[in-house]
């Protein structure tokens, strides 16, 4: 009997989910102590599980796993509501409680047997956006869960050599260090374009259990957390073009390929329905798509949802569109050289914290955006040059921002206005979805949880900064400012422009800020003979 107490106090010890170590703030060395704590805690647990049967073994090592992303609300009416009985973290995700955690488990397990799964893969996002992942045979799941996935850090941030007076590393070897994918359980999702295969997808850490800095979907849930602590919440959704072409063909030793026809036959229905249906099965619900006016270029629509959702779900719909695009003989890519860029435009509108009034909305009524709406919008004219070089990665999609000036500029003139979809920030104030801003400074090459972080990081700035000068919620903000924020046109510009940007080398971390600029940098050095690439090889997809 002493020794069953001894083994049952052994196994009662507090886990500490590996995202809540990572959740915690780098900059405070006491939340570093705590989290070694935690991990050492971790260790005496698994010590004490010979004496534990299967399930209670279960049990114990799924407290490890990582918290889900927010809950999904799909958005018909502007009254769409947040449980208010659900626990949320400061960063809008709603936590698991222990008990629910092997019941999450067992789901899963059982979706597994059924669907006769044989792999899982284990996705994050590089710095572009793209899925880089492992896959795991289907019967290590429950331990990879427990223990994480490593995957070499350059990897994720695609620097090739980098220096130490080129980026701040704690050391030079850090770049060739391991990193750990571990997972959110709420997006395990079966694949139907992948046979017999899931993902899920992570968040990345250090071996020491400290996030990933320069991690985008890191990046993201700590500015939805820093919204969350001035008592809002952000309701967003993306709305992506991309191109479909044919097989690459050699013609006179040069390799072609060809726009797809314009998707209104068989062929071309059966493709899309069947991306559709897909992203639908895997929890991104689609609005709408349909054909453009360019040949092969098609337009979808995401439903609206609360907070890191709508990045997870461009982010599926990236990989996704290029698997089911495989399967018909076609390339799929959101990249193009010429000025008719495709579009990544992220609509967006901010809520109070409950998710039952949208903030944007005026008390007056009729096209006009409310006070707490106009200070955000300043925020985002305020920062639209930097914005502007997160949101436009590469030289191609900086040749729409001047397509309708004849004359030779720097940079043009940030533009927004009331239901008017030449601006660069459109404010929408019809239909079912209630006032929201459409930002479409963004391309379809962008990385979704880098646009949703700096808008959310821009916006904030404007509410903030006014909010401190005693404006009323409800006061009349001017945005029609007598000279009015410039987006630079050369890629080089916009660099110094977020270099320069104090706001957002805060919000988004100066470790961060000085990866994405070598990375350009050295994009720009090597444009010419990537282009080819990043098209056919569909670098960004």
């Not at 997160?390 to 533009?415: E, H, I, N």
Request: aromatic share 8%; glycine share 6%.
């Amino acid at each position: 009997m002493t020794e069953l107490r001894r083994t049952r106090r052994k196994a009662g010890r507090p886990h500490l989910g590996s995202s809540d170590v990572g959740e915690m703030s780098t900059s405070n060395p006491n939340e570093k102590v705590r989290s070694h704590r935690a991990w050492h805690q971790l260790e005496d647990v698994s010590s004490a599980e010979p004496h534990l049967s299967h399930d209670d073994k279960d049990t114990q090592d799924l407290i490890t796993a990582m918290k889900p992303s927010p809950p999904k609300i799909s958005i018909s009416t502007p009254g769409g509501e947040i449980n208010p009985n659900s626990d949320r973290t400061s960063d809008g995700t709603q936590v698991l409680a222990p008990p629910q955690l092997p019941s999450r488990m067992k789901q899963i397990k059982q979706e597994m047997a059924r669907s006769h799964l044989r792999f899982v893969r284990f996705e994050a996002t590089d710095l572009h956006g793209v899925s880089r992942s492992k896959s795991i045979p289907a019967h290590f799941f429950q331990e990879k869960v427990v223990h994480g996935v490593f995957m070499p850090r350059s990897y994720l941030e695609l620097i090739p050599n980098p220096k130490d007076d080129d980026v701040n590393h704690l050391r030079a070897s850090c770049f060739n260090s391991d990193i750990v994918l571990r997972p959110e359980l709420s997006t395990y999702r079966v694949l139907p374009w992948a046979e017999r295969t899931a993902r899920v997808i992570c968040d990345t850490f250090t071996v020491a259990g400290e996030p990933l800095l320069t991690s985008p979907r890191h990046i993201a849930k700590m500015q939805l957390s820093r919204l969350q602590d001035s008592g809002f919440c952000v309701l967003s959704a993306f709305l992506y073009d991309f191109c479909i072409f044919g097989v690459p063909e050699v013609i006179d030793s040069k390799t072609v390929s060809f726009p797809a026809s314009t998707f209104l036959n068989d062929h071309g229905q059966l493709f899309m329905q069947e991306l559709v249906d897909g992203l639908c099965r895997t929890g991104a619900n689609v609005e709408s798509f349909s054909s453009l006016i360019r040949p092969g270029q098609m337009e979808i629509c995401f439903l609206p949802e609360f907070g890191i959702t709508s990045a997870d779900n461009a982010f599926t719909l990236r990989t996704g569109v290029k698997e089911v695009a495989r399967k018909y003989n076609y390339i799929s890519s959101f990249f193009i050289e010429t000025e008719l860029c495709n579009s990544g435009i992220l609509s967006h509108s901010v809520w109070d914290d409950g998710g039952k009034k949208n903030m944007f909305c005026s008390n007056s009524g009729g096209e006009q955006l409310s006070g707490c709406g106009r200070r955000w919008l300043s925020g985002l004219l305020k920062h639209s040059a930097a914005l502007s070089c997160l949101m436009a990665p590469a030289v191609s999609c900086r040749k729409r921002y001047s397509k309708d000036s004849k004359d030779l500029k720097d940079s043009v003139p940030t533009t927004w206005g009331y239901n008017d979809n030449s601006c660069a920030f459109n404010v929408k104030c019809h239909g079912e979805k209630g006032t929201q801003i459409e930002n479409k400074l963004g391309s379809a090459t962008a990385n979704p949880y880098l646009v949703l972080a700096a808008t959310v990081a821009a916006g904030l700035d404007g509410l903030q900064s006014h909010d401190s000068a005693g404006v009323d919620p409800e006061e009349r903000t001017d945005l029609y400012l007598s000279k009015p924020p410039e987006i630079p046109l050369k890629m080089e510009d916009a660099l110094v422009s977020l270099e320069e940007d104090q706001c957002l080398k805060q919000a988004l971390g100066e470790t961060f800020i000085r990866y994405f600029v070598a990375m350009k940098k050295y994009e720009l050095e090597n444009a010419e003979t990537d282009a080819e690439r990043n098209k056919f090889l569909e670098y960004f997809i």
